[in-house]
């Protein structure tokens, strides 16, 4: 007897009776679907958004820079919509700044690669 092209003998017994349901049999398990990408350009572990990454990871500091700042200097700030303004617009100036910063470090690493490549006679 076969079922979608596959034979009977490669299913697995059933724990129901006689009169089964779909919904009572037991169908194998696929396995887990992989949570990195399956694109690897879009992989971490490609230079060029290595480079994106650690340019733009001086926006770390700046956002702890803005913490520090809320909790040493803005004393004036009470309540919770100010702090909450603050944290907001910080939070679109370091957004702003990773992806200025990650891109000049990228455009940087790119310049340097070709003219790396530039000087390497191929004969």
């Known amino acids: 007897m076969t079922y979608a092209g596959r034979t009977a003998a490669r299913w ?32 971490p572990r490609v230079p060029r958004w290595r480079s994106f990454h650690r340019g733009g990871s001086v926006a770390i500091y700046v956002s702890l820079y803005a913490l520090g700042f809320l909790a040493s200097s803005m004393s004036s700030l009470t309540g919770f919509i100010p702090v909450f303004i603050y944290l907001c617009y910080m939070t679109l100036f370091t957004l702003a700044f990773y992806f200025a910063m990650g891109t000049l470090g990228f455009l940087s690493s790119l310049w340097f690669v070709v003219v790396i490549f ?3 006679k191929a004969d």
């Open 12 to 43: 697995p017994k059933s724990s129901c009776s006689a009169q089964c349901t779909p919904w009572d049999l037991r169908l194998p398990l696929r396995r887990p679907v992989p949570l990195r990408p399956r694109f690897p350009a879009l992989s």
């Open 118 to 120: 530039k000087a390497v």
